[in-house]
């Protein structure tokens, strides 16, 4: 028995000790980005974008941005041929050296022509394997995604790992994109009670705009990924992919996605600029900042879903070219309503376009209207996906205007 | 066969908890959600109120037999062979347990962690260290049991509040979600058969005192649905019930969900400590109770000699399945005919026994 004693850990030392799974760090490559094209046939492309330890060991030991190898790139970029992801990811170890590993794969970008045919073949093998992770974030590129992922050269961070962990923050401060991450998805492509969205991504292709592409100015960021003039060929993320259950149906701009980011109380912050209420022709700049999450309320009692939204804001005002001293708490209130008015009305104009065009309720007002039923069988019953289109939506929009910047009193130029 | 061991109420509650807490790690959780929809944790709820139920099915079965233990009451209610008979069958009735819980803990670490070792390697594992549980005895398991209690709580604390930025209350409706037939008749039943109510009355004679059976056992229930419940809310509140459906260890994919910017995530490897932990306690505490049983229905004077040769039957019989889900469904089916020991021949012994006093207090007047 002594004897034993002393064996049994020795043994479990060695069987717990996972040697059969090891696999050193120098005999992998991880894959950071993957990619999905339509292929030949009812073949898909993915991209898999590879992180080069050699070249990416030189970067971060400040060897003035070239690797061990001398013009080693940091990432390179490999196109599979095959039916399924991890089809593909498995071909692709014959091309390389190391054992390929999706352990640290942080985003998944689907092109528009794949999102628009049906992502649920994607999905499941993305959410069975298990190295890939419910946390990565979910893309859906304009143009090719091999393409983007190719031009896709992030100028600050050393990985575009990164650059897409960073979007989240970035995300924060202008709301004109959306952060989702795979779980996310998947559970909304599922769901009969909200539809997934993901984040557009595109490279900028123009320099410029024609007169008729020119968007209002009282309209910032009304653009869709790769549209926003911009004299490098960068990356932009901009704008919103509307799902109906796994398939894209149609696209956010900029501006929209702010008030889509808006309705489903992810505003952390916002700039925006209105028509002076008081003179035409002049603006007055506004930091959005949403005061408390916003309030829905379904009644599903008439012969259509009622659905009442309350949005509050409390912005804060970054500039007024007019000169007029909307500081004054008369003014504040004129500017107050000018605000509250615009807000409702892109509201509006967002949700119906959903209902319309769109077909999808990406808001999760479903959610709210699942609050109503006790059973799965007659929440079923109800369709939510058929009742949402017919639905009135009432929004009541709550504007406060907190803070007034750095000045309190503006005074007209002399 | 008497248990010589005795331990407080702390490390006997503690050990009931950790013990039948294992199910939760494994796919229980999603089972219930096919079963209830949204109101998987009403089940648990309702399982809670039938275990309780359970424990004083026991408590008044072995009240008025202090010092012994339910297989010293059914031999003393069935006569010495059928009562030796019965508590054979609760002996592999263990074995039963143990061999599905080896299997489901084992293959549960090779699809979550080390995809690439054996099968049988892992195994191994699991079942050298029941042995040497076993062998150690009950004061061993229950001793390192309360002492690794607050890491084991403390982990599950962190990985459920760390889903916090998740949690989608309106995914908890509709409130009834498959109806109260599924919610609480069907859903109430799965979750109440846990064989650790039977097992605190197989080693009742470890607790101090058989007074203190109901107030270890109730309490060793109420964490360890506690538990349970909090997890179906919270597994249900972060995975909505028709994508929660699909999950193969929902623990598991919780923690893989948490994400608190770059710094804080892949936090799993806590979880497969804690989860690995528990199921060593799982298996050595059923692999302990087989032989305990089958030692005191063949008479003998010690459990021991018979852990090892049990060990290889409960490793041998964990193989019979010939895949995870053949083994979860023979899982299920156990834990379904699991109603037979745990309230079905209890209320029949309890029954006889009472007839058996009244015929012998008549004689006696």
Redesign the interface.
Known sequence: ?RL??II?PL??VL??A????KRETDEIAYVLVMGFDKGPGHFSVISFQIANPKAIAGLSGGGGGKGVGGGDEPLFIENIVAKLPIGAFNLLNVERSREISLLHTTAFIFSEEVARQGVAHYLNPL?RY?ET???AFVFVCRGKASEFMKKNQPVLEVTPS?QY?ML?LTNKIHGLTQVT?F?DF??GS????VNPTAPLVGISKKEELSKSEIPPHNKLGDYLAGDMPSVEKDPQFIGTAVFRKDRMVGELTGDETRYFNMIIGKLNQSFLIIDDPKKKGQSVGMTLRQARKPEVKVNLAGERPEIELRIYQEPEIAGVTSGINYESPEMKKVLEKALANIIRKRCESLITRTQEEFRSDIF?FG??A??K???????KKYNWDEAFPQARVDIIVHVKIRRTGLMLNTRPTQ | MRSRVSFGMAEAVVLLTMSSMARIFLPFPRYLVELSGPAAWLSSVAGLFLALLQVYLFYIILKPYPGENIMDITERTLGKVAGAALNIYYGFFFITIAAGFTRIFSEALLVSALPRTPISVVATSFMLIAVMGAYLGLETMARSTRLTYPFVLGGIVVLLFGLLPRWEISNLFPILGSGPVNVFIKGGFNAAIVTEIFLAAVIVQSFKGQEVFGKITSRAMLMSFGYLIILEMVFIMTINWNSAQESTLPFYQLSRLIYFGRFFQRVESIFIIIWSFIGMIKISLTLYASAFVLAHAFRLPDHRPLVLPLAVIIYSLSFLPPDLPSSLELERIIRMHGVLPSIILPVLVLVLDRFRRRGSKNEAS
């Open positions: 028995m034993l004693k049994a043994i479990l069987l717990m996972g040697c059969w799974g959410g298990r992770r419910g946390t990164k962990a989240a991450q779980t998947y559970q599922k769901s009969v009670d999760g959610r709210k699942k609050r039923f006790i059973t799965l069988e007659k929440w």
